[in-house]
């Protein structure tokens, strides 16, 4: 068995509005050195600290596509073998418990092809409509614009999707090829104007078109009963808390209750055999 870890680099130690917090960076060198069937890679925005270039290897590409652009840019450059199980990872993580890995690595190998952490908002995605992210750039440009060329045939009908966030998913490599890669809005992040005419930056209408572009690649081709998630919240599982732009709590977390998902969905939840989730 061949485990490749692809982390998402750009908060490094500076996270949370802190610095020298290493605890997710030192977790992957435990386990990178007490596995030889575990390797990891960082797919980086910007140059990565002393410590990363230390222990792993790396490489800096251009900045877009944020974390979706970083995974399929590592998957272009690394050399996979079909079968090897791949955890793609934002490096703005707080890991409460590493046994995550053998959990997932169980319902891979018996026939999930999709793991998230936090339960995601599902969406009915209509190709031909146009992009929330389009308003704000005003170019009117549809979901499927910001489609691959070579992927826009599989972008036909529209789907009641399923979602995984880009922050933390679980699959298999030949599951990845099955799809032809991950779709990711292939512009550098810009600005929008608010209606106070204060500018921002785009980041979650950039990074919410994305993970709906891969949610509809996952649903059509993988199917419902192929997902798992660690957790039926959103952001957190007794595993990890996935950070908003870099920041552990946000202001909308005492709004948030957990999702009301089947038991199948759950990664603790009664799954006996393979033709479960297949």
Not at 72 to 80: G, Q, V
Not at 132 to 153: A, C, F, G
Not at 160 to 168: D, P, V, Y
Request: glycine letters at 8%; charged letters at 30%.
């Amino acid at each position: 068995m061949k485990i490749q870890f692809i982390i998402c680099g750009w908060w490094y130690d500076e996270f949370d509005g802190r610095k020298g917090i290493t605890d997710f960076i030192d977790g992957l060198i435990e386990l990178q050195k007490d596995n030889e069937f575990i390797d990891v890679f960082w797919s980086c925005h910007k140059e990565p600290t002393k410590l990363v270039k230390d222990n792993f290897k790396y490489k800096v590409f251009e900045n877009v596509g944020l974390e979706w652009g970083a995974y399929n840019k590592a998957f272009n450059h690394l050399d996979l073998d079909d079968d090897t199980i791949v955890f793609c990872i934002q490096d703005d993580m707080v890991i409460k418990d590493w046994s995550f890995v053998n959990a997932c690595v169980k319902h891979i190998s018996m026939g999930a092809k999709i793991i998230g952490n936090g339960f995601n908002y599902p969406m009915l995605f209509q190709p031909q409509e146009e992009a929330r992210l389009s308003y704000w750039l005003k170019t009117k440009d549809k979901l499927i614009d910001y489609v691959r060329e070579e992927n826009k045939h599989m972008f036909d009908v529209n789907v009641e999707a399923l979602s995984i966030r880009g922050s933390f998913l679980c699959t298999r490599y030949d599951h990845i090829k099955q799809i032809n890669g991950f779709e990711y809005v292939n512009k550098e992040l810009t600005h929008g104007i608010k209606e106070d005419g204060t500018k921002f930056l785009l980041i979650d209408p950039f990074g919410n078109t994305s993970l709906y572009l891969n949610a509809y690649k996952f649903t059509k081709y993988f199917g419902y009963k192929s997902f798992r998630w660690l957790s039926n919240e959103y952001r957190r599982s007794p595993y990890m808390i996935e950070c908003g732009r870099g920041n552990i709590d946000l202001p909308q977390d005492s709004e948030m209750k957990p999702f009301n998902v089947g038991g199948n969905f759950l990664i603790d939840g009664p799954v006996e055999y393979e033709e479960d989730i297949k």
